[in-house]
């Protein structure tokens, strides 16, 4: 009773990419209480337990009061004014010394549309280094990059909405019970939608929570993925079930794809992925014989040496069925972050904004004058992408890094590798709301408002766009990401007249977002603040034609933006683990998350429901390497890999995993599991290969 809000406000969460409508209750001041929004088309009223305690966060003790500088090895709160001069006068000192792209930034898909696209547009006109890349890199970049491979541009081409109208789900490597629970809601409509049920398929080497409502689970063996989608696709068109059709009319590359595929036969494929030849023949005639069929995914697919490659080969499932433009039938990417969509729309890190390519002229050209600056000042290239930020650090080629919002110290693999390369840093700046790992190495920090301080706009998964509002005050003296970046400018002359000017609110950068975006494929320019709380969010594209936006993209009338105008088939070879299991490291260990934890528990880890209910990680392991091992549940265990080792991990004994794996969740810096992981890339995307280390276990 003592905490009844005084007001209501109308927002969005802001951790996950399902994007969840809701209400903050405030009360003189505080946020004080969180409740689903039950008119908002994701989530009807419903939330996690992560949206429902998104509250106490917000003024917790581990928030950074401002801007700080470390002094004689201590943190000193310091003015904004000197916080921005000191770290001015060392950018400035470091490009002269070294060049322009001495000068390094990595940010992420926590922050706001308009808060990315400032910061982009300021890193790469404004300090004039191209090396400029989101954490996003360690989520989704090979949805990104497989997506443009097919299309000849990023967009995930379906919705939500299609959970209810496919008569088969096949999830594959995307635990959603955990990581997007709200999903559920989505298929549990299906029935009522269709009259009947849907056929669940999930594919991931984990019986996770998602694995219980399957009508279809396949334990597919770690990262085998690739050549079971190219074996469904053999199938089908050894069968005859594909839509020709469909292939004829709409898509491009069949001939030479099917040439291709006839590498992966069923007995071939059987082997490579431990599934059984007659599975494979049942889950092709399922998913083939289907009026609709989505393949949704998450991380299994994107975090892996081959995950650009494994995004193009679950296009290639969509193209050769049919399921492709209509309700029920997409081949759909789940991002991670609560914006991680309006980052790779706006973000100035693989593309220029608004998908244009760095290498087209003409794409440079109309954004220069779109936002009027001369066109030379446009890269004509990408700058490095994070792993090779890092790299560059490693070579002293890059001097300086500007860390926004993100905690590369829990969250990047190799850490081992990862803190020596920042040790050679002679500038480290880290701007966020929190105390962190990686805050804690900082040189200068920027101590930012978060969710609920601030307004501006998330994009979700199905490229819908929410409103986030401010209900209350900045926590003591920080300040938005949007007011950092855009007051942090004025330090260099004339950066802010040119790239600023009058800008005073995160809206002045979504109307110029709104003209960098229009007749583009991601276009917002029919979007307004009023428009998209009034709708509940809105899809992109939105404009003149599309008013309210649009749910799908590729139907019959709509070209992709490759030569082609069609959507293309892309053949890639699958090819074995680069890391084999050996003598000395015999298992396989596998990366995940919890429902109750997010990311790096900077947010998460401050709430106390939260860290009760998931307080430390734990090691799954199957009974029959637990029996080997001589251990059982409860007891403690140290895991060790070629890069480093993680003690004092709780042990949980469970046919979850099977023989020869384990799983441990990412998120907690007390049993820092990325210790382990690999320096280890996708060559496209330049995504971690998160998902299979081998490892060892210690049971002393
Ligand atoms: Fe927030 Fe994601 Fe949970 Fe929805 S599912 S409440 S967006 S964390």
């Keep these: 009773k003592e905490k009844a809000p005084d007001e209501w406000v109308r927002s969005t969460c802001g951790y996950c990419g399902v994007g969840c409508g809701l209400y903050i209750g405030v009360k003189e001041g505080d946020p004080v209480y969180v409740k689903g929004d039950p008119d908002h088309p994701v989530n009807r009223g419903t939330l996690c337990p992560k949206g429902l305690s998104e509250h106490e966060m917000v003024r917790a003790p581990s928030r950074l009061p401002g801007a700080m500088i470390k002094k004689n090895g201590r943190f000193e709160q ?30 992420t898909g926590q922050l706001l549309t308009e808060e990315f696209y400032t910061l982009g547009k300021f890193v790469q006109l404004g300090l004039e280094t191209n090396n400029y890349d989101g954490n996003t890199t360690l989520c989704m970049a090979s949805a990104v990059m497989g997506y443009k491979q097919s299309f000849g541009s990023d967009g995930p081409p379906g919705c939500y909405e299609d959970f209810s109208h496919a008569e088969v ?50 334990p597919i063996k770690p990262r085998t ?117 309006g980052t790779r729309e706006s973000g100035f890190t693989s593309s220029i904004p608004g998908y244009r ?65 920042l040790a050679k840093l002679e500038m480290l700046v880290v701007q966020d709301s929190f105390m962190s790992d990686t805050a804690e190495l900082a040189d200068v920090l920027f101590g930012a408002a978060t969710w609920s301080e601030k307004t501006g706009t998330y994009t979700n998964s199905e490229r819908r766009c929410n409103l986030a509002k401010k209900s209350v005050p900045n926590y003591k003296d920080s300040k938005s990401d949007f007011e950092i970046v855009v007051e942090f400018s004025k330090y260099f002359d004339g950066k802010y007249e040119r790239l600023f000017n009058g800008w005073s609110k995160p809206e002045d950068a979504f109307e110029e977002w709104k003209k960098v975006s229009k007749g583009r494929l991601c276009d917002y320019s029919g979007m307004t603040y009023e428009k998209i709380e009034k709708l509940g969010g809105i899809q992109w594209p939105c404009n003149d034609e599309h008013p309210e936006g649009t749910p799908r993209l590729y139907d019959e009338g709509m070209k992709t933006s490759n030569a082609e105008g069609k959507p293309k088939f892309v053949f890639a070879d699958w090819f074995p683990m680069e890391e084999n299991i050996c003598t000395a490291f015999p298992l396989i260990l596998n990366t995940g998350r919890t429902v109750e934890q997010f990311h790096t528990r900077t947010k998460t880890g401050t709430i106390k429901i939260l860290e009760d209910l998931a307080p430390e990680a734990w090691v799954e392991l199957s009974p029959k390497d637990a029996e080997k091992l001589q251990v059982k549940s409860g007891d403690r265990i140290s895991l060790s890999s070629p890069r480093g080792r993680v003690d004092d991990v709780i042990v949980r004994v469970t046919e979850v995993v099977g023989e020869g794996t384990v799983f441990v969740p990412f998120h907690f810096n007390e049993q820092l599991v990325n210790r382990l992981t690999q320096s280890l890339f996708d060559p496209k995307s330049f995504e971690p290969n998160y998902k299979q280390t081998a490892i060892q276990l210690h049971s002393e």
């Excluded at 809601?185 to 056929?199: C, D, E, F, M």
């Excluded at 079971?228 to 709409?250: A, H, K």
């Excluded at 004058?369 to 890092?390: C, D, H, K, N, W």
């Excluded at 560059?392 to 390369?421: C, H, M």
């Design 357 to 421: 390519n760095f290498a087209s002229a003409e794409d440079r050209r109309e954004y220069a004058e779109i936002v009027g600056v001369p066109e030379e000042l446009v890269p004509t290239s990408r700058g490095f992408a994070y792993p090779q930020i890092i790299e560059a650090i490693e070579r002293g080629e890059i001097k300086a890094l500007w860390v926004v919002a993100t905690n590369p110290l829990v969250s990047y693999p190799d850490q081992p590798r990862l803190r020596k390369a």
């Design 78 to 107: 310091v003015t904004w004014d000197e916080a921005f001069r000191v770290t001015s006068d060392a950018f400035k000192e470091i490009q002269a010394k070294y060049g322009k792209s001495a000068v390094a930034c990595i940010s």
């Design 169 to 218: 789900i096949m999830l594959i490597g995307a635990n959603i019970a955990d990581n997007h629970p709200i999903l559920k809601l989505h298929i549990a409509r299906n029935k009522k939608v269709r009259g009947k049920k849907p056929t669940i398929i999930v594919v991931d080497p984990r019986h996770s929570k998602t694995a219980n409502m399957a009508d279809i689970y396949l």
């Design 225 to 341: 993925d690739l050549a079971f989608i190219n074996g469904l696709c053999y199938i089908i068109w050894e069968q005859g079930w594909m839509d020709e059709t469909f292939i004829n009319e709409r898509t491009v590359g069949y001939k030479e794809f099917i040439k291709d595929i006839q590498k992966y036969p069923p007995q071939e494929v059987a082997h490579i992925t431990g599934i059984d030849v007659k599975r494979l023949y049942e889950v092709a005639r399922f998913y083939a014989g289907a009026d609709a069929a989505m393949s949704a995914w998450t991380m299994g697919v994107n975090q892996s040496a081959m995950g650009t490659d494994t995004v193009s080969a679950i296009v290639n499932l969509a193209l050769m069925t049919g399921n492709l433009g209509k309700p029920g039938g997409s081949p759909f990417s789940i991002t991670g972050q609560c914006n991680a969509m």
